[in-house]
């Protein structure tokens, strides 16, 4: 099932770059949170949606654009978790960091993950405890490397304002920082680019479970600031508790 779902989040993201090309309208609005959406967005959902309705029809899909109540989710032990474009405000920006996010969630685990960047076609995904970066039509399989000192990643929306952040980055020592956009901050952490992505600043669970799966399959660590794993249970808030990926 891996290669469909990855041939999905090109079909998706193919979606995306003709509304960023220009191609189709941008149609851009904010929903009552104040997050942008376009019509990149909604078109990406779409393709999604009747993909996974044809692939996997017995298990239900939560997507940012089409978040189901609690009510339809709480007892979910398997379901797709979707964020059609992380990183809605990369691609307002134009800086090409934005991201296809496809997960397959069971008993609280992401058991499959795809991370795809339209612009740069780069495919990041994960099953059955393996991840690989397809780039250029080369796959090859990534995991988490050492490095001394670590190169930080951190979040480009919120690294200039999040105090937490900072006050952590001056007690961890010597490092190095880059700042990206979306899940792309797993995935450098999956290929042993990165070292650490440590966030304090909200996110909800589709902007993490499909870079978590890759991390998790790449030898990384999922945990929040308690120790704990962290984890894609139904509950009734979409909200994560803050978090850190890391080799330990």
């Known amino acids: 099932m891996l290669e469909q779902i990855c041939q999905l989040a090109r079909d998706a993201g193919d979606a995306i770059m003709a509304v960023y090309d220009g191609e189709q309208p941008l ?6 949170d104040d997050s942008p959406v376009t019509a990149a967005d909604i078109a990406a959902h779409n393709v999604i949606k009747a993909g996974l309705q044809t692939l996997d029809p017995q298990t239900p899909m939560l997507s940012e654009e089409d978040p189901q109540s609690w009510g339809e989710r709480q007892n979910w032990t398997r379901y797709w978790l979707v964020d059609p474009l992380d990183g809605t ?4 920006k134009r800086n090409g960091e934005f991201t296809v996010n496809i997960a397959l969630i069971e008993d609280g685990i992401p058991v499959l993950g795809v991370v795809y960047v339209p612009v740069t076609k780069v495919m990041y995904s994960a099953a059955e405890g393996k991840a690989w970066k397809e780039e250029q039509g080369v796959r090859q399989q990534i995991a988490v490397k050492e490095a001394h000192p670590p190169l930080v990643v951190v ?3 919120h690294f200039s304002n999040d105090p937490e952040l900072q006050d952590y980055l001056a007690q961890l020592g010597e490092h190095q920082t880059v700042a990206i956009g979306s899940s792309l901050k797993f995935c450098l952490v999956a290929e042993g680019t990165a070292q650490l992505y440590p966030r304090f600043g909200p996110t909800n669970i589709w902007d993490t479970g499909a870079g978590h ?4 399959a790449a030898g990384a660590q999922v945990h929040d600031w308690k120790g704990q794993t962290l984890d ?6 979409f909200l994560n508790p803050g978090f850190r990926v890391s080799l330990f």
């Open 27 to 32: 149609d851009a609005r904010h929903k009552k």
């Open 89 to 92: 405000k990369e691609f307002l």
């Open 155 to 157: 979040s480009r929306s």
């Open 213 to 216: 799966a890759v991390a998790l």
């Open 232 to 237: 894609y249970v139904p509950r009734e808030s």
